[in-house]
C-alpha cells in the first residue's frame, strides 16, 4: 500500500533561516506523482509542487526547491531564508492510481512549520 | 484561472442531522473527489466519482455518505445522520480527462457538528 511519511511533526525556526522538511515514501507503483501542499492557518490547501517519477531533477521556485532522490524515496523540500508567512502546516502526499482509472492522493501527516521574527 | 468553489465556508449542525456540502469542479473536468481532514490530522481520502458513479471509496465512506452529481455544474456530498465524529474539514477536488491530470483542491468546507 501506499504510504508517505513525514517525520517531523513541528519545527521552529527563525526569520530568515533555512529549513527542510523532510518526506519519505512508499510505492510499489513505477509511474507516479509526488505533492507538496501548503496549509496556511485559513485551512486552505495550496498547491506547491507536483512531480512525475520519471523526472528526478530538482526544482527550484524562488525560495523554495526540492529535492527528489528515487534511490532513498524521498522528496524534501527546503525553504530558503524563511519569512513569517511561511508559517504554516506542509503535506507531502503521493498519488495512486485506483482500479477505476481515478487518482487519489496518499497524504502524509505534515509538518507544522513556525517562522518567528 | 478556473477554481474549484465549495459552499458553504463553514457549517454547523446537530448531531444526527443531515448536511448536505456542494462543490462547483473546474467545468470541463470528468473526476470528481471529496477529502476529509479531521482537526490537527491528516487529509484523507474518502471517495471518487466519474461518469455519474463511485469509482472508489475508502472505508471511511460508509452508508451514511453518498455522493451526487444532480446537475451537470454540481457535485454534492451528503451525510445522512451526522455524528460528532464528523466534524472535519471537508475538500472538495477535480481533474481533468485521464487519471493522471492533476488535482485541482478546493478552499473546503468546516463543518462542526455539535
Known amino acids: 500500500a501506499q504510504k508517505v511519511t513525514q517525520a517531523q511533526t513541528e519545527i521552529s525556526v527563525v526569520e530568515k533561516e533555512d529549513v527542510t522538511l523532510d518526506c519519505v515514501y512508499e510505492t510499489r507503483d513505477t509511474t507516479y506523482y509526488l505533492f507538496w501542499y501548503k496549509q496556511p492557518p485559513s485551512g486552505e490547501l495550496v498547491f506547491l509542487i507536483r512531480?512525475?517519477?520519471?523526472?528526478?531533477q530538482n526544482e527550484i521556485s524562488g525560495r523554495y526547491s526540492w529535492n527528489f532522490q528515487k534511490s532513498t524515496s524521498s522528496f524534501n523540500f527546503t525553504i530558503t531564508a524563511s519569512q513569517v508567512v511561511d508559517s504554516a502546516v506542509y503535506f507531502c502526499a503521493l498519488s495512486e492510481l485506483t482500479q477505476g482509472g481515478s487518482e487519489k492522493l496518499v497524504f502524509g501527516k505534515g509538518t507544522k512549520l513556525t517562522v518567528n521574527p | 484561472e478556473p477554481e474549484v468553489t465549495q459552499t458553504p465556508s463553514h457549517q454547523v449542525t446537530q448531531m444526527g442531522q443531515e448536511v448536505i456540502l456542494r462543490c462547483v469542479p473546474i467545468?470541463?473536468?470528468?473526476?470528481f473527489y471529496w477529502y476529509r481532514q479531521i482537526l490537527g490530522q491528516k487529509v484523507e481520502f474518502l471517495v471518487s466519482f466519474y461518469n455519474n458513479e463511485i469509482s472508489e471509496k475508502s472505508e471511511i465512506f460508509d452508508d451514511q455518505f453518498s455522493v451526487e452529481r444532480p446537475d451537470g455544474s454540481n457535485f454534492t456530498l451528503k451525510i445522512r445522520s451526522t455524528k460528532l465524529e464528523d466534524s472535519a474539514m471537508y475538500f472538495c477536488a477535480s481533474s481533468g480527462a485521464g487519471g493522471r491530470s492533476p488535482l485541482h483542491f478546493g478552499n473546503g468546507t468546516r463543518l462542526t457538528v455539535t
Open positions: 512531480r512525475n517519477s520519471f523526472d528526478e
Open positions: 467545468s470541463n473536468h470528468l473526476y
